[in-house]
């Protein structure tokens, strides 16, 4: 079975940090290009950023390049979504999923149960 367990969600004021992570499990992960993607409180399912299968190439959408690294371990199994400066409005909830930015969505590709980010002073 398939799973894709995220942590490291919670409170934190403008400014500050949090790193999510992404337990998968069920597949060959490291054959997959993995991507974080968000829902933000009354609107659609957002690409934040992407990954390639070896880590090499990184991907971030405009609303958070410069703040935001995406990472993973492929000994590890885990993606890892390290996200610095947070702004009230990346207040949403974070799904990490396998794919790409233009399949993520895509009946073949996973997505996990989400964690909650609220950034709010």
């Known amino acids: 079975e398939v799973q894709l367990v995220e942590s490291g969600g919670g409170l934190v004021q403008p400014g500050g940090s949090l790193r999510l992570s992404c337990a998968a499990s069920g597949f060959t992960f490291k054959y997959y290009n993995m991507c974080w993607v968000r829902q933000a409180p009354g609107k659609g399912l957002e690409w934040v950023s992407g990954?390639?299968?070896?880590?090499?190439?990184?991907y971030y959408s405009d609303s958070v390049k410069g703040r935001f690294t995406i990472s993973r371990d492929n000994g590890k199994n885990t993606l890892y979504l390290q996200m610095n400066s947070l702004k009230t409005e990346d207040t949403a909830v974070y799904y990490c999923a396998t794919g790409s930015r233009d399949n993520w969505g895509s009946p073949y590709n996973y997505r996990g149960q989400g964690t909650q980010v609220t950034v709010s002073s």
């Open positions: 990954i390639s299968t070896g880590g090499g190439s990184t």
